[in-house]
């Protein structure tokens, strides 16, 4: 079995993909949020 020691790998990719999810997910509901909005503004 390999040896492994805790806090070693390199995560630099993991980050990358964490960060752009995050990333996404803000935008889309910020997204979803203004177009709620909208909707509600505009069927008065």
Do not use: P, R, W, Y
């Amino acid at each position: 079995m390999a040896e492994h020691d805790h806090g070693k790998m390199d995560i630099t990719e993991q980050e990358k993909t964490f960060n752009g999810f995050i990333s996404l997910s803000t935008k889309g509901a910020v997204i979803c949020i203004v177009v709620l909005i909208l909707l509600a503004l505009l069927n008065a």
